[in-house]
T-cell receptor, first 116, second 110 residues
Framework: DVKVTQSSRYLVKRTGEKVFLECVQD?????MFWYRQDPGLGLRLIYF???????EKGDIPEGYSVSREKKERFSLILESASTNQTSMYLC???????????????FGAGSRLTVL | GENVEQHPSTLSVQEGDSAVIKCTYS??????FPWYKQELGKRPQLIID?????GEKKDQRIAVTLNKTAKHFSLHITETQPEDSAVYFC?????????FGTGTSLTVIP
């Protein structure tokens, strides 16, 4: 019962290409997140969204943008990919506010991006 | 923002021994502290969590303790088994955001 789906598990792109990473959740969650995971650095927040068309920068937003046109879908965009963006990208979602379950992050399977 | 530090980065224990992973956080406004387990090639999964108004929580072989005054929390795994081998992440929730530690790679030696 996969609840957070990332469309691409593995991508190989060239420097300068535009890259789209898609994430879809079927739990009607308000909050969605994009993290980057690198060895020894843990999970670092790139952007998050607490509602449709709303977004907030995380700790490392440089070089990334996001789009949330529908509640269930949160896209991460690399306008011009660079080699230092080679990484594992994890999408996650939670319920919003103080609702039960608001604290539980549900992760997608991850998208491993290699930029050559 | 919040800063979460996690130690050790790697930990090896013999099967049956206990494992302890420690985290500190910087912002006293953080109010929820989950622990995630990530097996090789898989997504992180929540294994246990604790709220700021609780000092300790147990679930079978795993437990989490929280010291709000010192701003640190720990994960304790007793009677470790080979299937406990994974990377463990602590996190702190501050507002709508979750801040993660850098992870601990636990190896349980049969």
């Amino acid at each position: 019962d996969v609840k957070v789906t990332q469309s691409s598990r593995y991508l190989v792109k060239r420097t300068g290409e535009k890259v789209f990473l898609e994430c879809v959740q079927d739990m009607d969650h308000e909050n969605m997140f994009w993290y980057r995971q690198d060895p020894g650095l843990g999970l670092r927040l790139i952007y998050f969204s607490y509602d449709v068309k709303m977004k907030e920068k995380g700790d490392i937003p440089e070089g990334y943008s996001v789009s949330r046109e529908k509640k269930e879908r949160f896209s991460l965009i690399l306008e011009s990919a660079s080699t230092n963006q080679t990484s594992m990208y994890l999408c996650a979602s939670t319920r919003g506010g103080a609702l039960s379950g608001a604290n539980v992050l549900t992760f997608g399977a991850g998208s491993r991006l290699t930029v050559l | 923002g919040e800063n979460v530090e996690q130690h050790p980065s790697t930990l090896s224990v013999q099967e049956g021994d206990s494992a302890v992973i420690k985290c500190t956080y910087s912002d006293s406004a953080s109010n929820y502290f989950p622990w995630y387990k990530q097996e090789l090639g898989k997504r992180p999964q929540l294994i246990i969590d604790i709220r700021s108004n609780v000092g300790e929580k147990k679930d079978q072989r795993i437990a989490v303790t929280l010291n709000k005054t010192a701003k640190h929390f720990s994960l304790h795994i007793t009677e470790t088994q080979p299937e406990d081998s994974a990377v463990y992440f602590c996190a702190a929730r501050h507002g709508n955001q979750f801040y993660f530690g850098t992870g601990t790679s636990l190896t349980v030696i049969p």
